[in-house]
Nanobody, 123 residues
Framework: VQLVESGGGSVQAGGSLRLSCARS????????ISWFRQHPGKEREGVAA????????YYADSVKGRFTISKDNAKNTLYLQMNSLKPEDTAMYYC??????????????????WGQGTQVTVS
C-alpha cells in the first residue's frame, strides 16, 4: 500500500490550499481514510475523516466550516480543501487509511497505512 500526499506549500493567512493523497495497492472497497497533521513539537492531530461505506465524514472542531474532505474513486485520490487558513494550521499533513473502521474516526492508532506527509505553512 502506498499513500502519496501533495499540494502543500506556503500561503498567507486567509488563503486556500488543496491537498491530495494518491492511493495505490489498497484492495478494500470499504474503508476509512483520513487526514492528520502534526505541528513541530506537538502530538499528531486528526483533521478530517471519510468512510467510504456511506460517505460519512467527520471533522475536528478546529477545522469545521473551513476544511472539506472528499475523494475521487476513479483516481484513487483523497483531497482536503483548506480555506480561510490560519497560522495555527501550519503543520505537516498526512493521509492514512484503514479497512478496520466502520465509521469516520480520527484516532490515529486505528490506522494501518500512512503517507510521508506534505508541509503546509501559513503566515
Amino acid at each position: 500500500v502506498q499513500l502519496v500526499e501533495s499540494g502543500g506549500g506556503s500561503v498567507q493567512a486567509g488563503g486556500s490550499l488543496r491537498l491530495s493523497c494518491a492511493r495505490s495497492g489498497f484492495v478494500y472497497t470499504t474503508y476509512c481514510i483520513s487526514w492528520f497533521r502534526q505541528h513541530p513539537g506537538k502530538e499528531r492531530e486528526g483533521v478530517a475523516a471519510i468512510y467510504t461505506g456511506g460517505g460519512s465524514t467527520y471533522y475536528a472542531d478546529s477545522v469545521k466550516g473551513r476544511f472539506t474532505i472528499s475523494k475521487d474513486n476513479a483516481k484513487n485520490t483523497l483531497y482536503l480543501q483548506m480555506n480561510s487558513l490560519k497560522p495555527e494550521d501550519t503543520a505537516m499533513y498526512y493521509c492514512a487509511v484503514t479497512w478496520r473502521l466502520a465509521a469516520p474516526t480520527l484516532t490515529g492508532e486505528s490506522y494501518d497505512y500512512w503517507g510521508q506527509g506534505t508541509q503546509v505553512t501559513v503566515s
